[in-house]
């Protein structure tokens, strides 16, 4: 199984201001996700990391708002630029492997004040 | 689409069973299993693939009936650490995508 590291793992932000994400696997995988959970919700995805490309944006998100890159099978990055409080949540990485399974890392606990 | 869950919450004793059932609208390709406990990621328990090729844990069994588009996790014998919140993700195969789309979860409490 793949193991998932994120940093940081909390931030408080002022508004308007961006923050970067950075997630790293212990081994290879074929895709990567970003995910976004409100305390006690389910996890909405965000976007599917592409190496070398553009992500994969879902409806609702766009890539001036959370520019994602991935420069290689096990890092990528995820901006949340021009915070609101609305931008408060818990982000995840994610990662699959070649068995299918698909693993989180520990998320970021972001609070924009 | 997101899938449906149901119960959305269940009390049990130690060592009772469970099932907790995610039902979708779409054509699935996969179903994936997690558990997500307070303040933590959530944790891969188990998938179920198009075809029926079943992995995942001992006491923790589950099914995925293609037909009807359904999948039912089973807890056997729980015990207090099974409590937590299970999700359900599920994949559909569209254009080659292999997004996973959740539930809103099972809320699982496990007493003494």
């Known amino acids: 199984s793949a193991v998932i590291s994120q940093k940081p793992s909390r931030d408080i932000c002022q508004r308007g201001t961006s923050l970067t994400i950075q997630c790293q696997v212990d081994?290879?995988?074929?895709?990567m996700f970003w995910y976004r959970q409100q305390p006690g919700q389910s996890l909405t995805l965000i976007a599917t990391?592409?190496?070398?490309?553009?992500?994969?944006?879902e409806s609702g998100f766009v890539i001036d708002k959370f520019p994602i890159s991935r420069p290689n099978l096990t890092f990528s990055t995820l901006t949340v630029s021009n915070m609101s409080p609305e931008d408060s949540s818990i982000y995840l990485c994610?990662?699959?492997?070649?068995?299918?399974?698909?693993?989180f890392g520990p998320g970021t606990r972001l609070t924009v004040t | 689409q997101q899938p449906v869950q149901s119960p959305q919450a269940v009390i049990l004793r130690e060592g009772e069973d469970a099932v907790i059932n995610c039902s979708s609208s779409k054509a699935l390709y996969s179903v994936h299993w997690y558990r997500q406990k307070h303040g933590e990621a959530p944790v891969f328990l188990m998938i179920l693939l198009k075809g029926g090729e079943q992995k995942g844990h001992e006491k923790i069994s589950a099914s995925f009936n293609e037909k009807k588009q359904q999948s039912s996790l089973y807890l056997t014998a729980s015990q207090l650490s099974y409590s937590g919140t299970y999700f359900c993700?599920?994949?559909?195969?569209?254009?080659?995508?292999?997004?996973?789309?959740f539930g809103k979860g099972t809320k699982l409490t496990v007493n003494p």
């Open positions: 994610s990662g699959r492997d070649n068995s299918y399974e698909q693993y």
């Open positions: 990391a592409n190496q070398g490309s553009e992500a994969t944006y």
């Open positions: 081994s290879q995988v074929t895709m």
């Open positions: 993700g599920t994949e559909s195969p569209q254009g080659g995508s292999e997004k996973l789309v």
